[in-house]
């Protein structure tokens, strides 16, 4: 059985992402898209359990696709997996930069774990969840680059945003 891991922020899950994830689960027989976090750094719009409920939520016609969150060291967590294979998007030469780096750090951590890029679907190269955020802070409609299943729950929670921040 073939497993491989799909690791990222998620914050919030994007269209970009469902397209990587539904085209990596293609190719394995089990993929895990892990929401990674860090204890110490733990910042954004969503909790890492409220973002893995939205990847559950848009994924669940999936099948072989398992949703998890995790603050351990990506190559620690993918060897207690049983993962050989690290999926990751690539959208331009600016992500190349960071992800090849991170390939081979992986790679010199645990030798048997492999880095597969996938290159972004053109609709969606200049999508990330900074972009989304960004855009829902200004109450811009996200079809589109959201899934629909989850459109409110950013909007909502934007809004609780909003409104937990002081006036000017
Ligand atoms: P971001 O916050 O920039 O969207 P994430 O950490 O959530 O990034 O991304 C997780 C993985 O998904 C990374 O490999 C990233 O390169 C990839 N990715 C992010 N957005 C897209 C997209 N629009 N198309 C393809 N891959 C993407």
């Known amino acids: 059985m073939k497993t491989a891991i799909y690791p990222g922020s998620f914050d919030p899950i994007t269209l970009g992402h469902l397209n990587i994830i539904k085209r990596a689960a293609n190719c394995f ?3 895990i898209v892990c929401v990674m976090y860090n204890m110490e750094k733990n910042t954004g719009l969503f909790s890492p359990s409220e973002r893995a409920d939205l990847i559950r939520r848009v994924t669940m016609g999936v ?3 398992e949703v998890d969150v995790s603050s351990d060291l990506l190559t620690d967590y993918a060897r ?22 991170m ?8 030798p048997q774990l ?7 679907s053109e609709k969606y190269m200049y999508l990330s969840s900074s972009a989304i955020k960004e855009l829902a802070h200004y109450g811009v409609d996200l079809s589109g680059w959201v899934p629909w299943e989850i459109i ?12 937990a921040l002081p006036a000017f």
């Open 114 to 120: 492999d880095t597969m890029f996938l290159t972004a």
């Open 29 to 31: 027989d089990k993929l």
């Open 103 to 110: 390939a081979l750090i992986n790679r010199r951590l645990n």
């Open 63 to 65: 099948p072989n696709v």
């Open 80 to 101: 207690a997996k049983g993962a050989t294979v690290v999926v990751q998007g690539l959208r331009a030469v600016s992500d190349f930069d960071k992800e090849f780096q």
């Open 152 to 163: 409110d729950d950013v909007e909502q929670k934007m809004k609780e945003l909003k409104g």
